[in-house]
């Protein structure tokens, strides 16, 4: 088996998209497009990824994860061809050169493996695609017998060859000891007057070496020139990724409501409503049920607990039987163990609850622990901030909170201790006291009403 050298084509500046980006770094599902491209070439292991770019070349590098890729300008935009010959330096005449687009980004493994693999063979592997409406892609021409002659392209086609709807993917494997030889005779004598890479198909052909066609499926090998086609990809890529958690054993309730930017698995008998994002790295355990317009980020759902709608979720861990929201905020480094119960407009940050806690609306627990069965009444508020620095509140087990109490940390609430409503908390609470911490109630007889005043006043 041959080494791999992946060439990435990524200079072109995108017009269509109308944009100050180039287009590679548009988002699909959350990534770049070259980062989705990447991360599919990634899986091949290359020796080494060279990526060509030229338009805004620093916001590429800048936005893109430093995996070894090799850097390579290509300062005027003279074609396909034009662009290998740039990174002509990086490949070794032993290896395979695998040449991808990268904008591009649903093509599979798969179909990369089946190029590389007639490459290594000896041969050219040419990936393509059967279109309904083929558009002004180029054309893929063959003979009476069935086997690839040459890529035509559209401004450069007849009637007869626009009328063919096998078309041009723009990637291709290719014995890297032939394509120095074949670069170099490519002409610019074209509509475009741009040196094509697709011309070498006819070359290799000429010179004996076979062309292996490596049907792939229309939404694979879409390439994204507008936004209008970004959104077309977008939802065949969120389709694929909804029928994977449905064979996970997931029901969703409209495939074409669910968002999923990341990677996701799940357990059997998850319940997915509409709406929902999946960011990150996310795991369902069984059983859960995630309510309508529910966000959730690089986060743990243990089995049977339900996220209520409109709830987020971000870079929390939430055990068994739990139920979260609606209306909720679980902030990063939230630890909610088994059968806690997390109400509507609650917000926790850096909170880790016991088994069986509940807290049930309007409250706030940040940089806060609390042992088993505590009760939270609605309205309190870990003070955690002085103004420079973060303070712990740590609460025991079976502790009960009241209504609108301000627990002012650095402060401990030990276990069995109680909070009387509307107190403010500044001390230790021993277990099984009471603390009662607000002014005395005085009822001020004969006041004025403030409705009264203004008739005085006329």
């Not at 100050?20 to 290359?46: I, S």
């Not at 669910?258 to 698995?265: C, E, F, L, S």
């Amino acid at each position: 088996m041959r080494k791999l050298d992946v060439v990435v084509l990524a200079a072109g500046k995108g017009t269509r998209m109308n944009s100050n980006r180039p287009k590679v770094l548009h988002e699909l599902a959350g990534r770049t497009l070259l980062n989705h491209v990447l991360d599919t070439t990634e899986q091949l292991t290359p020796a080494q990824t060279a990526v060509v770019i030229g338009f805004e070349a620093e916001q590429i590098q800048l936005a893109t994860p430093d995996t070894g890729i090799t850097w390579v300008a290509q300062t005027e935009q003279l074609g396909t061809g034009h662009a290998v010959q740039q990174a002509l330096p990086q490949l070794h005449d032993d290896h395979v050169a695998l040449v991808v687009c990268g904008d591009v980004p649903l093509v599979t493994v798969a179909t990369l493996h089946h190029a590389v693999a007639a490459a290594e063979g000896g041969e050219v592997g040419l990936v393509t695609a059967n279109m309904q409406d083929p558009a002004e892609l180029g054309r893929i021409v063959r003979n009476s017998e069935g086997r690839v002659q040459e890529i035509v392209e559209f401004k450069d086609a007849n009637a007869a060859t626009r009328a063919i709807s096998e078309i041009n993917s723009g990637i291709m494997a290719i014995p890297a000891g032939k394509i120095s030889g074949w670069l170099g005779r490519l002409k610019n004598n074209n509509a475009q007057s741009e040196f094509y890479l697709t011309d070498i198909i006819a070359m290799a052909v000429a010179d004996g070496v076979g062309v292996s066609a490596i049907g792939a499926d229309e939404d694979e090998v879409t390439g994204i020139n507008d936004r209008v086609q970004l959104a077309q990809v977008e939802r065949a890529y969120q389709r694929a990724q909804a029928e994977a958690l449905m064979q996970m054993g997931a029901t969703i309730a409209d495939p074409q409501r669910i968002d999923i930017r990341g990677r996701v698995t799940c357990d059997r008998d998850c319940f997915i409503d509409i709406n929902v994002v999946l960011a990150g790295n996310v795991t369902l355990g069984a059983d859960v049920r995630i309510g309508a317009g529910a966000v959730i980020t690089d986060a743990q759902i243990g089995d049977g607990s339900i996220v209520q709608p409109h709830t987020v979720v971000d870079g929390a861990v939430i055990a068994k039987n739990c139920s979260v929201g609606p209306f909720a905020r679980i902030r990063p480094g939230s630890v909610l163990e088994d059968g806690v119960k997390v109400g509507n407009f609650v917000e926790t940050k850096k909170a880790h609850l016991g088994p069986g806690t509940k807290a049930g609306h309007l409250t706030y627990l940040g940089d806060t622990s609390l042992g088993a069965d505590c009760n939270v009444g609605a309205g309190t508020v870990t003070c955690n901030y002085d103004g420079v620095d973060k303070h712990r509140t740590e609460i025991g087990d079976e502790v009960f909170v009241g209504t609108n109490a301000t627990l002012v940390a650095p402060v401990e609430i030990q276990n069995g201790a109680f909070v009387a409503a509307g107190s403010v908390v500044t001390s230790t609470v021993e277990a099984g006291d009471l603390a009662v911490g607000r002014g005395k109630q005085r009822n001020i007889k004969g006041w004025t009403r403030p409705d009264q005043r203004t008739q005085q006043k006329k």
